[in-house]
């Protein structure tokens, strides 16, 4: 077996999602299409993004939003909540589950969508903010490539169950 083989066989054994595996096949030529603006979101369409406990924040995604683009980036709105009540904020962003990255395109607030003008590619397992890793492990993401279908995933995501290696 190559050592690259090994190397693949190894990071899928051990379900490293965006981690070893992607560094190692990771398309050079690879380039993300066109985004389009932020969709509209409904909060009553929120589906729960399970959070630590201690989170002040409570996050939600709309289904109605989850795009998976020819790419591999899966697009989507996520909404926080501070659970006292207040603001409602929206982020309208992607992961690309085979690098284990995220992209903020827009936020939202009180005067609509402010789209951000050179977003770009961060690691998922070193920012602060820990809803989008949470999110694509919980639904979005199977391995390093996206969940099958945006059913598939808001099924997972209605219903998290223990993920089976």
Do not use: H
């Given at each position: 077996m190559h050592r690259a083989s090994r190397a693949f066989a190894l990071a899928c054994l051990l379900g490293v999602a965006g981690g070893a595996s992607a560094q190692l096949f990771e398309d050079p030529e690879w380039k993300e299409s066109a985004v389009?603006?932020?969709p509209a979101f409904?909060?009553?369409?929120?589906?729960?993004?399970?959070?630590?406990?201690?989170?002040?924040?409570?996050?939600?995604v709309d289904p109605a939003t989850i795009a998976i683009t020819g790419d591999?980036?899966?697009?989507?709105?996520?909404?926080?909540?501070?659970?006292?009540?207040g603001a409602t904020n929206?982020?309208?962003?992607?992961?690309?589950?085979?690098?284990?990255?995220m992209k903020s395109y827009a936020r939202y607030g009180s005067n609509?969508?402010?789209v951000l003008p050179n977003p770009e590619w961060k690691k998922m397992f070193t920012l602060n903010s820990s809803y989008t890793l949470l999110l694509s492990q919980q639904g979005?993401?199977?391995g390093a490539a996206p969940r099958g279908s945006v059913n598939e995933m808001v099924q997972r995501?209605?219903?998290?169950?223990?993920?089976?290696?």
């Open positions: 389009p603006p932020p409904d909060e009553s369409r929120l589906v729960p993004i399970e959070m630590p406990r201690y989170m002040t924040l409570k996050f939600g591999g980036v899966v697009r989507y709105v996520v909404v926080a909540n501070n659970k006292a009540g929206a982020f309208y962003e992607g992961v690309r589950c085979a690098t284990g990255e609509g969508w402010d979005l993401c199977r995501l209605k219903n998290p169950l223990p993920e089976v290696q």
